[in-house]
Structures are given as structure tokens and as C-alpha cells.
């Protein structure tokens, strides 16, 4: 499986790290902003080819997937063109900025008959798998999740502290996270709310935010979301079940009295990512339909893009 990557940056390489470890892949091309970067990361993972852009990579004849963590505002644009030219793709999340871009992509998915996949790690965090398995075999029926989404971001810099060339976003990205994993834990949301504090003066986003959603299986989540917290940093997952009560923070796992639960036996790796990145080429090589397709994660965007009209009416009668 010949493999060209865009987006070299902090999350970039942990999709190239997470390669590394899976058999019988070649990270054949890397894409970047800048020439110096993508040809130092190339040469980092052994790819034969670098280039700022993405068409460079898509008319090549030994890549077979790509692999997109370039800036939100061209995940939708760019994942089209790689279906267009034949290429199965993973979009890293978010899908998309816009309900209308999310259903596009799902149009030309199902033209091609191609692997779209989007990435919604905490589907493969074995953190998460372990609820999952849980919620599956009837022994935990989800009561209600309370999610905490917390960055310190008052300036424009990735996680490697490096200047990012695009703004993130609370709604559109980091509540994906939870949104969708709420509605693979919940079932399907069928009624979201929301508010949103001031926005920034210089990034032009709002930097916090509350979301309640409520899911066809009456359970409940409460999501609060901040860039103006100064640590502890991440996301902190609180299921509240019937049997039990369980904390995830990514690929780690304890229960309501901090005790912690063994992943050893849930996946082959204790790697979210690694395991988002083996499943993306195992769909392709078995010709199926992958967890966290793009059709599986659809209605997500669904939920995001009904809140973000909601967001922007208060803020018209405010």
C-alpha cells in the first residue's frame, strides 16, 4: 500500500509514525506547505518524492491512498480531488467547515465506490473501544457522558508550539470529536444545543463554548469546550452508565474511582491513531467500508452544522 501524506505538520507525523508499525506500507510521497519542510520530513520516513502541492502527489502512478492533515478549510476541496483521481483518501478531522461540503463528499464517495474515510480517533482509542465492547455485548447501558475539551490557545500556534498558517476551530473540530463519539456510543442525536462566549478580537473565534445533546437512547452529554484554559490540557471523557462509570483520557481508561482498567487485550496497539491509520488500509485491501467512513460520520456533521446556524442567530440578536 503506497501511501502519500499532506499536512507534514505536528499531527502530520504522528500519522507517519503510526505507518511505520503497520506491514506492507510504502510512505511514498509528502506534501507541505513548504519545500524544505516536506523534503526534511521525507527524508525523515523514506518517501521519494515531496512537493507543496497535493496534485503533484495525485497524478503519481505509485500512490494509492492519501492521507490529508492540511488546514479544516481544505479537507472537503481536497479529499474530492483525491476521489477525482482515483485515490482512496483519509480525511483527518474535521471532514469539512460546512454541512454542504460534508454531503459532497459523500456524493462523490459513493460516484467512485472509493475509501473516504475521516478521522475520528477516539472511534479507535482503545479507551473508548473498551465502553464500546461494553455498551455492544448489553452490560452498559450510557446514562450520560460529560466531556471537557481544554486548550490553552490565546495565539495561533499548533501543538508543537509552531505558527499555524490556518485558524482552528471549538465547534467544526474539537466538538467533532465528541459528537460523533457520542452518537457511536449513544446512537443517533436527536436534539443539540449550544452557546458560545466572546469571540476572539484577533482570531475571529469564539474561544469558549457549551453543547448539550441528547441521543435516540435518552442518554445525555454535556460538552464544554475552552482555548482560554491554562492546564490541565486535553479532552476527559466521563461515561456515566448503569453498571458502571468509566474516565478516558485518549488511550488510557480507569473507572469512577480512579482504577485502571486494562487495555492490553482490546486492540493490537495501544495507539489510537496507529490503530484509526491500520484501519484505513485495511478497508482498502478488503474492499469494504471502513469504521468512521464518511457515511458512517455524516450525521455528525449534520448535528455541527445545525448548532453552528444556532450560534450564529444568537449572535445576530445579541
Known amino acids: 500500500m503506497r501511501i ?48 507543496t502541492e497535493l496534485g503533484d502527489a495525485l497524478a503519481r502512478d505509485d500512490v494509492d491512498a492519501v492521507i490529508l492533515c492540511t488546514p479544516t478549510q481544505l479537507h472537503a476541496a481536497q479529499a474530492i480531488a483525491c476521489m477525482e483521481a482515483g485515490k482512496h483518501v483519509q480525511v483527518e478531522i474535521p471532514l469539512c467547515d460546512s454541512w454542504a461540503d460534508a454531503e459532497a463528499v459523500l456524493a462523490k464517495q459513493r460516484e467512485t465506490g472509493l475509501v473516504c474515510m475521516v478521522g475520528h480517533t477516539r472511534r479507535f482509542n482503545p479507551s473508548h473501544q473498551y465502553v464500546h465492547s461494553r455498551i455492544v455485548a448489553g452490560e452498559l447501558a450510557l446514562q450520560q457522558m460529560d466531556v471537557q475539551t481544554y486548550f490553552f490557545r490565546r495565539k495561533n500556534m499548533n501543538a508543537k508550539g509552531e505558527p499555524r498558517s490556518w485558524t482552528d476551530h471549538l465547534l467544526w473540530h474539537h466538538a467533532a470529536h465528541t459528537i460523533d463519539l457520542f452518537a457511536y456510543q449513544a446512537g443517533r442525536i436527536v436534539s443539540a444545543h449550544a452557546m458560545q462566549g466572546p469571540r476572539h478580537p484577533e482570531l475571529g473565534i469564539a474561544m469558549d463554548m457549551s453543547i448539550q445533546l441528547k441521543s435516540e437512547s435518552d442518554a445525555i452529554c454535556t460538552l464544554s469546550l475552552s482555548f482560554n484554559n491554562d492546564g ?65 460520520v455524516l450525521d455528525c456533521y449534520r448535528v455541527i452544522g445545525e448548532l453552528a446556524a444556532s450560534l450564529e442567530a444568537q449572535d445576530g440578536w445579541s
Open 232 to 296: 490541565p490540557l486535553g479532552t476527559f471523557f466521563r461515561y456515566i452508565g448503569d453498571t458502571g462509570t468509566y474516565i478516558a483520557r485518549y488511550d488510557d481508561l480507569v473507572n469512577g474511582k480512579e482504577e485502571p482498567i486494562d487495555l492490553s487485550g482490546v486492540a493490537v496497539s495501544n495507539n489510537g491513531i496507529e490503530l484509526q491509520d491500520r484501519e484505513f488500509i485495511a478497508a482498502i485491501r478488503e474492499g469494504r467500508e471502513p469504521n468512521s467512513s464518511v457515511a458512517q
Open 4 to 51: 502519500a501524506l499532506a499536512g507534514a505538520g505536528a499531527f502530520g507525523e504522528k500519522h507517519l509514525d503510526g505507518l511505520r508499525n503497520t506491514d506492507g506500507v510504502e510512505i511514498v510521497s509528502i506534501i507541505s506547505r513548504t519545500a524544505e519542510q516536506a523534503a526534511a520530513v521525507a527524508q525523515k520516513y523514506g518517501a521519494r518524492h515531496s512537493s
